[in-house]
């Protein structure tokens, strides 16, 4: 939202924010440098976000240009999968992050799945043929 809006904002918030508390049934409503926070006992629906949007882009002492859109917060998590064979089955070829990725690209088990950073492949031992891929992911 920018620091000029949240403090235009914080200003008047006893008004804006009690609307926002009525409108999506908010517990918490907070900023930082950047941000302004809404905390719920429920987890927002894309409706909720657009009454969000909506709502803060029609406050007359807000530039609306400067609004990002809403969004729900994102954790990091992590698949570990163990036992997984070095050199690829019918092949010569040892796994590695790019293979991995490929792999989890045209399964559809990960659909929806946001890859974090690049899958890590680690050997077991120097001269064992199993591995260990790491794979951090978002939730969304």
Do not use: R
């Amino acid at each position: 939202m920018g620091s000029n809006n949240i403090s235009k904002f914080m200003s008047l918030s006893g008004k804006y924010i009690s609307n926002i508390k009525f409108k999506i049934l908010a517990n918490f409503v907070c900023t930082d440098y950047q941000d302004f926070i809404i905390m719920t006992n429920k987890v927002a629906s894309q409706s909720d976000l657009n009454t969000i949007e909506n709502y803060i882009k029609n406050v007359d002492i807000i530039k609306s240009e400067n609004i990002m859109s809403p969004h729900l917060f994102k954790l990091k998590s992590y698949l570990k999968m163990i036992n997984i064979p070095y050199i690829m089955e019918g092949t010569n070829i040892p796994i590695n992050s790019s293979i991995i990725e490929s792999i989890i690209q045209s399964t559809h088990i990960f659909n929806d799945m946001c890859l974090a950073s690049k899958p890590h492949v680690i050997k077991v031992l120097p001269k064992s043929n199993m591995v260990i891929i790491w794979i951090d992911i978002w939730d969304i």
